[in-house]
């Protein structure tokens, strides 16, 4: 996993609460493959091109400064629904490294963490204020800064953002989970004997 | 005297391997996939990495398996990328010995029918599903929640999660259910109380005398939708209803194992004076027959009512979301909606695919014709043979319904099964968010009597007034 610290991006900004994953990826896009070079295009598909393939071109991504876009700032209940991570390989292709939000569907946030993507939680007064920011300046930029926890909005207010302790110095150090874990191995191994011991009617799986 | 525990407490106890700051590494004690898990398959083959457990793992050939023409098998399919899928599942699942109810297993289904059925569901385990309907499975007295392709590679991989403790909410509803009223009006009637993203960070456990009155299958249909209030999980305390489900099933304890298990899961539920960090409360009698309206679940409203007005609306944001949400659904403010002609009516799904729904879709059949195209696809083969056997398909194939094989179908409309762009459907399933059964689709979430209501007038039907009170 790439580490995140510290970035300076294009903000874009999607005002409509509870955009779900089917919207960032439409569930015939979940065949393809992570890396898949269609990823890009992914992304809010049926809302950035037609039927032929072409651009709409009154959708926001679709607008010149926006095209650029590294961060969104939405509104509540951003990436609620199902659990696909394939919305956050399409966000990460489109070239998105963090979303702000005033709250996150929790297994699309999990997702995001896991891949690199910061999901920054404001309250969502604070969220409705970047938005008029980043809508009254087209191309406007945000600043976030994930070890002193700090979002800076375009017109250089910093607010401070909570992130759980695990998962800030994961994303700082680029670390896998699977690593972290693996350190843990003898521990697991007790664990799973005493469970056996313990609850050995749930620990035997076998069919009659 | 140890402090009160919730009921979620003693399970994620019982699974807590060790902590590290604010995570806690959770033994899985059984992990579901399907098709889509090809993301997590494609990594373990990336990096050269083995299954843990293997006889913990289960897989599942349900979102991608065609509903016509089953007895072809595979040549059913005629999209190559479709037919990849399940390929693709069979392969990995051969290649790391994990079990696979695929296409033309007699106990296929979709995970969280099929997984329940074979009691690979148990009270008391620690259970993630490739999917996030997975919390249909809390109804058992678990804890079962969904997970993306990187923390079910971690699983694979280690056959542990580092998980943060989420919040804990109880859902007391109180009452009988008034006639006419399904478990799946319960939980709709739940969302729209608390909101889309109302139990966000929370597992939610569903407690008072309406959820003790349910059967098995009622109390799954009212967890499935936990995920569409937001929630991390659903669950439900276990009793003798939960162990007469789930005796005799293929992997069930047997013997002595059995009485052991029924001894520790008696000590599963809440204690009396466990305390939850959220509590709502619902009154049963005061539910009625559900529909939404508009592109999220919490839009919903009785059937009695009329499509809601923007203007009404609190706030700016919401004035727009409401207006987007009828736009898209093509629907007018003020209009009844029971005025709301439908085009298809879907019955089947992880909600509402199971005999009990079909029962309930066979009684409203029996009262006339279809007026629009309506499939009924039952949750998992088992079912399929049950109802068969029970002459359901009989009673829907002279109402002109679609008898069809069992999968997922046009819940997530990847198989093929898909509505044309502006089609409106009475649909049993738990999403009606926008293009999810097709690019331009719209979709009413209704209970399967509701459903079927809808099928025979050829539009949305407060089913109440088609059958009478007995």
């Known amino acids: 996993m790439k580490p995140f610290t510290k970035l300076n991006g294009v903000a874009v900004p999607f005002d409509q609460a ?141 607010y401070s953002f909570e992130i759980a302790p695990v998962p800030r110095r994961c994303l700082l150090n680029g670390l896998d989970d699977v690593g972290r874990t693996e350190e843990h191995q003898s521990d697991i191994d007790t664990f799973r004997d005493t469970y056996r011991e313990k609850v050995p009617f749930l620990a035997d799986v076998r069919a009659d | 005297m140890p402090a009160p525990q919730t009921m979620f407490e003693k399970i994620w106890r019982q699974h ?43 897989a599942f050939s349900d979102h991608y398996v065609p509903t016509a023409n089953r007895e072809l098998g595979l040549d059913a399919i005629a999209d190559p990328k479709i037919r990849n899928m399940i390929e693709l599942l069979a392969s990995n699942c051969k290649k790391h010995g994990i079990r696979h109810f695929n296409i033309d297993d007699d106990d296929q289904g979709i995970l969280h029918v099929a997984g329940p059925e074979q009691a690979i569901t148990l009270p008391g385990v620690l259970l993630v599903g490739a999917d996030s309907h997975t919390a249909t499975h809390g109804a058992f007295g ?73 059967t098995m299958e009622q109390r799954m249909t009212v967890c499935n939708m936990s995920i569409e209030a937001g929630g991390r999980a659903g669950m439900m305390a276990p009793d003798d209803k939960t162990y007469d489900y789930l005796e005799g099933r293929p992997y069930a304890p047997k013997g002595d194992e059995w009485d052991a298990a029924i001894d520790y899961w008696r000590t599963l539920p809440s204690d009396e004076d466990a305390a939850f960090d959220t509590e709502v409360s619902l009154d049963a009698d005061a539910i ?41 659904m093509g629907l007018k403010p003020g209009m009844a909606i029971t005025d709301i002609p439908v085009d298809h009516v879907f019955i089947g799904s992880c909600t509402n695919g199971r005999m009990e729904d079909l029962r309930a879709a066979a009684e409203v059949a029996k009262l006339g014709k279809a007026k629009v195209p309506t499939w009924i696809v039952p949750g998992s083969t088992t079912i399929k043979r049950e ?13 002109g319904f679609e008898w069809r094989g069992a999968g997922c179908s046009l819940c997530t409309a990847i198989n093929g099964d898909l509505l044309q762009p502006g089609q409106r459907c009475a649909s049993t399933s738990n999403r009606n968010f926008k293009g999810r059964q097709g690019l331009g689709s719209r979709t009413h979430l209704v209970s399967p009597a509701m459903a079927a209501a809808a099928a025979i007038t050829g539009k949305l039907t407060d089913v109440r007034t088609l059958t009478e009170e007995q």
């Open chain 2, 142 to 214: 678990n804890l079962s929640f969904g997970a993306g392709a990187s923390e079910v590679y971690h699983i694979m991989v280690t056959q542990t999660l580092w998980q943060r403790k989420p919040r804990t909410m109880r859902i007391a509803i109180d009452g009988d259910l008034p006639f006419g009223v399904g478990a799946k009006d319960v939980i709709l009637a739940i969302i729209a109380k608390i909101g889309h993203g109302g139990a966000s960070g929370h597992v939610i456990e569903y407690a008072g005398s309406t959820v003790e009155g349910m």
């Open chain 1, 18 to 158: 509870n955009i779900d994953t089917n919207q960032l990826c439409p569930t015939r896009f979940n065949k393809v493959p992570i890396g898949d070079p269609e990823y890009p295009r992914i992304l809010f598909h049926d809302h950035r091109f037609n039927t032929d393939g072409s651009e709409k071109p009154d959708f926001i991504l679709n607008r010149p400064p926006y095209r650029e876009a590294e961060i969104i700032v939405a509104d509540r209940n951003w990436g609620g629904g199902s659990s696909r991570e394939s919305a956050v390989y399409a966000l990460a292709a489109f070239g998105i490294k963090a979303v702000i939000a005033s709250s996150f569907g929790d297994i699309h946030r999990n997702n995001c963490l896991k891949n690199g993507l910061l999901p920054v939680v404001l309250d969502n007064e604070i969220c409705v204020k970047l938005r008029q920011q980043v809508h009254a300046e087209q191309g406007a930029r945000i600043g976030i800064d994930l070890e002193a926890q700090t979002v800076t909005g375009p017109d250089g207010t910093t």
């Open chain 2, 387 to 399: 109802a068969e056997a029970e002459g359901l398909d009989r009673i829907f194939t002279e109402a």
């Open chain 2, 288 to 328: 009625t027959p559900m529909v939404t309206w508009g592109t999220n679940p919490e839009q919903a409203l009785p059937i009695t009512e009329q499509i809601p007005s923007p203007e009404n609306a609190g706030t700016e944001a919401d004035k727009s979301e409401i207006s987007a949400a009828l736009d898209y």
């Open chain 2, 16 to 58: 807590a391997i060790t902590v590290e700051e604010d995570e806690t590494l959770l033994y899985v004690a059984r992990c579901l996939i399907h098709e889509g898990s090809r993301h997590t398959f494609d990594r373990l083959d990336e990096e050269g990495r083995g299954v843990a457990e293997p006889d913990k793992v289960f």
